[in-house]
T-cell receptor, first 112, second 114 residues
């Protein structure tokens, strides 16, 4: 069965520091992977997605993610975090039958 | 403006009282979906629809119904709500049926069942 694991429930980083949010997936075929961000009280906004090709994908707001098939991972990174990046981040995978599976989310706190 | 709208945004009801949460998109998307979001569980798919009159169960369909009579609308129906359906609900749509398509999310509906 397909699944998505985000091992870090909560992460705290200082403003200006680098960030990496982990995502591991379980999937039998070529995955379609997504990262979404949810600001407090808001809906979900797509940060980036991977379908095929270059394994390093660029997204909005300065985020990037790298697909590593050997590690079944799709970690999200940002070189320098801004206070406005404080939010909850969800990794997701598109599965056969048009279902989508989300991870449980990682809550990011940014301290001055 | 391209968007997914949900109504109501907030709803308090009592056990057993039927309710409907509406979802509408103006992007001519074929695929629509409902999720519920609970603390520590992330988003779980309830139902999805690949086109008019085509609906399928997601991971947690029990206690919910949906219909897709028009392309733009995908209402979520709780025939007899129970307290364990207290949650934050999101509707989403995407351009064509397919797991690779980006989904666009509505603002969410926060439901409390007493």
């Amino acid at each position: 069965a397909q699944s998505v694991t985000q091992p870090d429930i909560h992460i705290t980083v200082s403003e200006g520091a680098s960030l990496e949010l982990r995502c591991n997936y379980s999937y039998g075929a070529t995955p379609y992977l997504f990262w979404y961000v949810q600001s407090p009280g808001q809906g979900l906004q797509l940060l980036l997605k991977y379908f095929s090709g270059d394994t390093l994908v660029q997204g909005i707001k300065g985020f990037e993610a790298e697909f590593k098939r050997s590690q079944s991972s799709f970690n999200l990174r940002k070189p320098s975090v801004h206070w406005s990046d404080a939010a909850e981040y969800f990794c997701a995978v598109g599965a056969p039958g048009n279902q989508f599976y989300f991870g449980t989310g990682t809550s990011l706190t940014v301290i001055p | 403006e391209a968007q997914v709208t949900q109504n109501p945004r907030y709803l308090i009801t009592v056990t057993g009282k039927k309710l409907t949460v509406t979802c509408s998109q103006n992007m001519n998307h074929e695929y629509m979906s409902w999720y519920r979001q609970d603390p520590g569980l992330g988003l779980r798919q309830i139902y999805y629809s690949m086109n008019v009159e085509v609906t399928d169960k997601g991971d947690v369909p029990e206690g919910y119904k949906v219909s897709r009579k028009e392309k733009r609308n995908f209402p979520l129906i709780l025939e007899s709500p129970s307290p364990n359906q207290t949650s934050l609900y999101f509707c989403a749509s995407s351009q064509i049926p397919g797991r690779q398509e980006t989904q666009y999310f509505g603002p969410g509906t926060r439901l409390l069942v007493l």
